[in-house]
């Protein structure tokens, strides 16, 4: 399989704990997204690499969160210090540059919960 | 500030009852809207891009259309199998490096 994968699927942890998750994308993607999903909603923005490049952040990366992209392959997303309000899936999402497309694949996901 | 807004939230259909889910958008110069199929539990799955009012895309039982305003999704004598959240997203011309989702139509086929 090809696509984009991310690790681990699912994560408990207790309230003050760091946690990292990695993203893979598919191979000949150069830019990386993160996204974060609550139970009913859309996904939100999170961050954006092109190549090794963090090039945009939301306002909704606290202080706590990091993304790595080394490299330029896959990526590493931490949060320091959880709180039950970064319960959430993480996804993941690839795309090619230039192209015909500007479409975006997603992994399946991290879920973490946070106790 | 880019705005995606679905309806419904949800629906329910029997099988082979056709409809259509909408999505309504608010953006600054629209690059590109797109259509996902998310299962519980698992990441999007793209299904369409649109760029331009006017164009249509078609996959199996499902057709997405674009509007200025607003893209539809209908499908067609659907399945089971069609059962599933729709997401709606968006670049624009203010973000054109980040979808902007919808909330989504959480679809529900009934045999």
């Known amino acids: 399989d090809t696509g984009v994968s991310q690790d681990p699927r699912h994560k408990i942890t207790k309230r003050g704990q760091n946690v990292t998750f990695r993203c893979d994308p598919i191979?000949?993607?150069?830019?990386l997204y993160w996204y974060r999903q609550t139970l009913g909603q859309g996904p939100e923005f999170l961050t954006y690499f092109q190549n090794e490049a963090q090039l945009e952040k939301s306002r909704l990366l606290s202080d706590r969160f990091s993304a790595e992209r080394p490299k330029g392959s896959f990526s590493t997303l931490e949060i320091q210090r959880t709180e039950q309000g970064d319960s959430a899936m993480y996804l993941c999402?690839?795309?090619?540059?230039?192209?015909?497309?500007?479409?975006?694949?997603f992994g399946p996901g991290t879920r973490l919960t946070v106790l | 500030e880019d705005q995606v807004t679905q309806s419904p939230e949800a629906l329910r259909l029997q099988e082979g009852e056709s409809s259509s889910l909408n999505c309504s958008y608010t953006v600054s110069g629209l690059r590109g809207l797109f259509w996902y199929r998310q299962d519980p539990g698992k990441g999007p799955e793209f299904l369409f891009t649109?760029?331009?009012a006017g164009e249509e895309k078609e996959k199996e039982r499902l057709k997405a259309t674009l509007t200025k305003k607003e893209s539809f999704l209908h499908i067609t004598a659907p399945k089971p199998e069609d059962s599933a959240t729709y997401l709606c997203a968006v670049y624009s011309n203010t973000g054109f490096q980040k979808l902007v989702f919808g909330t989504g139509t959480r679809l529900l086929v009934s045999p």
């Open positions: 999402a690839s795309r090619t540059s230039g192209g015909s497309t500007d479409t975006q694949y």
């Open positions: 649109l760029y331009s």
């Open positions: 191979s000949e993607h150069n830019r």
